[in-house]
């Protein structure tokens, strides 16, 4: 079973029940998939203002939420799976501490969704999927994720670049896809939000969208 770990945010609660449904609808192994929700997390840290999802630290908690045992997968909210997870859970992760898509992200909007300034940093997006192997991972300790900068956690310092690993490029393309793309991410901003209701990519995620409500109808019927 592979263990997913979803980031959440209460102010678009949809987005990470649609990705929910899109790995479930590929997936030929068992997953249990898990929402980072702040008020459950007891994350002693202060708001930061430049933050643009109540998931931005709460991600390096998996390790920690995960006993620093095993393998687990973190995603975004703003994306939609194409593809079999379990391609993932099989890779190997001997000696490795993380499995990322390594992009090279220059950015060239000025703000991001809810206003927010879009940033530009190295190894920017890399931690927006992660697959961790969690045994390797004691450096995000809670005390760790309650302190340290934003740019020590999505930089990975203090973690061996030896122990840092490619994702292919297709799990993880940024608000682009092709015929060969496993994952999209919505990075600059989703479908769900009005100014963004005429992304290339929107009619995707609302038919995904509408099949997870149709479904979740009849289930409950």
Avoid at 98 to 126: E, F, I
Avoid at 173 to 182: G, Q, R
Avoid at 197 to 220: L, N
Wanted: net charge negative; aromatic share 12%; hydrophobic share 40%.
């Amino acid at each position: 079973m592979l263990r997913i770990f979803i980031g959440w945010d209460s102010r678009f609660p949809e987005p990470a029940d649609v990705l929910h449904y899109s790995l479930l609808k590929h997936a030929s192994i068992p997953l249990d998939i898990r929402y980072l929700k702040l008020d459950e997390l007891d994350l002693a840290r202060e708001h930061d203002p430049r933050a643009s999802t109540e998931f931005t630290y709460s991600r390096f908690l998996v390790p920690h939420l995960c006993g620093f045992r095993g393998r687990a997968l973190f995603l975004d909210n703003d994306m939609l799976c194409f593809a079999d997870v379990r391609e993932l859970a099989e890779l190997d992760m001997d000696g490795l501490a993380l499995r990322v898509v390594q992009h090279d992200y220059q950015p060239a909007n000025t703000v991001k969704m809810y206003g927010c300034p879009q940033t530009s940093y190295p190894r920017k997006n890399w931690s927006s999927m992660m697959l961790m192997n969690c045994d390797r991972l004691r450096v995000w300790s809670k005390e760790t994720v309650s302190t340290q900068t934003g740019a020590y956690l999505h930089r990975f310092q203090d973690i061996p670049d030896a122990e840092i690993s490619a994702l292919p490029k297709t799990w993880n393309t940024l608000d682009w896809m092709d015929d060969t793309t496993k994952l999209i991410h919505y990075t600059n901003g989703g479908p769900w939000f009005d100014d963004y209701r005429d992304h290339p990519h929107a009619k995707i995620w609302f038919r995904y969208r509408d099949e997870m409500r149709f479904a979740a109808a009849r289930h409950a019927a």
